[in-house]
């Protein structure tokens, strides 16, 4: 069964931290991507969750997104094609959520 994650009812938004100043939500991922059988789950989840964050913030904010993956043996070409993606796939769903992607080794 294919999960739509932006029918969810994810409630609260959550976020690691909101600068008010710079106008910048945190949030922090630890993520598996050992096992390239969740890859879309973490993919779907990401988009469903940053979407979610985004239409709750106050309006003119953005996002940093990072995904801990400290231990986890990943190859860069992998990260860099999942973080292409996220970036994508936010850029078609709202042309004004600002996003910056970070992958913690």
Known sequence: M??????LDWGEIFVESYNTQDCIATIIYNFNFNSASLLDDI????IGHIFWVYKNLP??????????????I??????NKFKEKIQT??????????TNIVFNK
Not at 74 to 79: K, P, Y
């Open 43 to 46: 993919f779907t989840y990401s």
């Open 89 to 98: 796939h936010l850029r078609k769903l709202d042309k004004s959520l600002q």
């Open 74 to 79: 990943v190859e860069d070409s992998s990260i």
């Open 2 to 7: 294919k999960i739509d994650p932006y029918l």
């Open 59 to 72: 309006i003119g904010s953005s996002i940093t997104v990072v995904y801990d993956i400290r231990n986890i």
